[in-house]
């Protein structure tokens, strides 16, 4: 198993540009997660997943889309990019509820 | 009050000694309780995971859990330099599908 994949590694956006971060996991977990960190800083959770078709909002939204149109994809969409939305985006998954999360390795993102 | 919190940082320990790691939470009906390494540049990996009140031990660690109190704990026995990482305390929401996590605490073992 791959586990949770993330592409691409790093990229730098103009101010305005859209981009989607891709996330894929092989696991077949119900459950799937955004979360970005800044730099010395911890997790916040964007966006979630609870299965094919469920989203919902975490605790920083603002600029940012998803979908779940399969088990395996949380594709996460930024549109209009700004420079607060430089960070480190990890996606997560995982079986079901108080059950472990994993990681993806992460999507360094550069907006300038 | 934050949902989790963690010792401030950083903690600096000499080898081959104890690195003692504390985490506190707010919600008394949480269940599950998680400790993540995160290396400098990288993604968060498990550590442990405690569900029952007391220790649980793999290898060199061992996680602690007091529901009363409201606390968990790592240890780390016998550091190494490889152990020098960022620690993110993780609790679930009851009756939700996300965890908590705390801010972490870095730790730097001097050879």
């Known amino acids: 198993n791959a586990g949770v994949t993330q592409t691409p590694k790093f990229r730098i956006l103009k101010i305005g540009q859209s981009m989607t971060l891709q996330c894929t996991q092989d696991?077949?977990?119900?459950?799937m997660y955004w979360y970005r960190q800044d730099p010395g800083m911890g997790l916040k959770l964007i966006y979630y997943?609870?299965?094919?078709?469920?989203?919902d909002k975490g605790e920083v939204p603002n600029g940012y889309n998803v979908s779940r149109s399969t088990t395996e994809d949380f594709p996460l969409r930024l549109e209009l990019a700004a420079p607060s939305q430089t960070s480190v985006y990890f996606c997560?998954?995982?079986?079901?509820?108080?059950?472990?999360?994993?990681f993806g390795p992460g999507t360094r993102l550069l907006v300038l | 009050q934050k949902e989790v919190e963690q010792n401030s940082g950083p903690l600096s320990v000499p080898e081959g000694a104890i690195a003692s790691l504390n985490c506190t939470y707010s919600?008394?009906?949480?269940?599950?309780f998680f400790w993540y390494r995160q290396y400098s540049g990288k993604s968060p990996e498990l550590i442990m995971f405690?569900?029952?009140?007391g220790d649980k031990e793999d290898g060199r660690f061992t996680a602690q859990l007091n529901k009363a109190s409201q606390y968990v704990s790592l240890l780390i026995r016998d550091s190494q330099p490889s152990d020098s990482a960022t620690y993110l305390c993780?609790?679930?929401?009851?009756?939700?599908?996300?965890?908590?996590f705390g801010a972490g605490t870095t730790v730097t073992v001097r050879a």
């Open positions: 997560a998954s995982c079986r079901g509820n108080q059950e472990t999360q994993y």
């Open positions: 696991m077949n977990h119900n459950y």
């Open positions: 997943s609870v299965g094919a078709g469920i989203t």
């Open positions: 919600d008394r009906g949480s269940q599950s």
């Open positions: 405690i569900y029952s009140n």
């Open positions: 993780a609790v679930n929401i009851p009756n939700d599908y996300k965890l908590s």
